[in-house]
T-cell receptor, first 113, second 114 residues
Framework: EAGVTQFPSHSVIEKGQTVTLRCDPISGHDNLYWYRRVMGKEIKFLLHFVKESKQDESGMPNNRFLAERTGGTYSTLKVQPAELEDSGVYFC???????????FGPGTRLTVL | AQSVTQLGSHVSVSEGALVLLRCNYSSSVPPYLFWYVQYPNQGLQLLLKYTTGATLVKGINGFEAEFKKSETSFHLTKPSAHMSDAAEYFCAVRFTGTASKLTFGTGTRLQVTL
């Protein structure tokens, strides 16, 4: 069974540009989460989808971040325009309905210059 | 505010020595507790979790953790470190009333030396 996959693994962009990160959860997992780790700090929750609906987006830093999960399968996280402080590793995780364990992807390392 | 504290961002042990990674959380209500490990260039992998029941939880690769309600702690241990245990370890907590999101500690990087 394939795990959670994320694309790209690395992205380097300049301040002001737009970047879109993609996450493919484990097949059949209705819950999808986005987290971010800024260098040297803790991994922080961004938002939670249940199928295509946003269940909790309390961790989204500002309106430059837009997450979507059309059709309740894969999800994208767009940052527009990117700022220096957006640099970090973005993790995606998924879990089945009622599941306690969240299965994490390898992360996307975003560098904003 | 609910928080998770991991004492020591870097821990170094000799191969064969005891591994002890500390995790404390702030909550009066027992939450769900997790330890994740991240090996280089890989995602986070669940080592073990505590939900209810027995407070000593055994996980993969010989790791275990004990939930101590009175100390609000969930320290991770392994009796004998192996070189392959070198990785970064994260304590994560699912606090009651916060839906299913996880709150993480800052992580502890474990170095194992010969």
């Amino acid at each position: 069974e394939a795990g959670v996959t994320q694309f790209p693994s690395h992205s380097v962009i300049e301040k002001g540009q737009t970047v879109t990160l993609r996450c493919d959860p484990i097949s059949g997992h209705d819950n999808l989460y986005w987290y971010r780790r800024v260098m040297g700090k803790e991994i922080k929750f961004l938002l939670h989808f249940v199928k295509e609906s946003k269940q909790d987006e309390s961790g989204m830093p500002n309106n430059r971040f837009l997450a979507e999960r059309t059709g309740g399968t894969y999800s994208t996280l767009k940052v527009q325009p990117a700022e220096l402080e957006d640099s970090g590793v973005y993790f995606c995780a998924s879990s089945p309905t009622g599941g306690l364990e969240q299965f994490f992807g390898p992360g996307t390392r975003l560098t904003v210059l | 505010a609910q928080s998770v504290t991991q004492l020591g961002s870097h821990v170094s042990v000799s191969e064969g020595a005891l591994v002890l990674l500390r995790c404390n959380y702030s909550s009066s209500v027992p939450p769900y507790l997790f330890w994740y490990v991240q090996y280089p260039n890989q995602g986070l992998q669940l080592l073990l979790k505590y939900t209810t029941g027995a407070t000593l939880v055994k996980g993969i690769n010989g790791f275990e953790a004990e939930f101590k309600k009175s100390e609000t702690s969930f320290h991770l241990t392994k009796p004998s470190a192996h070189m392959s245990d070198a990785a970064e370890y994260f304590c994560a907590v699912r606090f009651t009333g916060t839906a299913s999101k996880l709150t993480f500690g800052t992580g502890t990087r474990l170095q194992v030396t010969l």
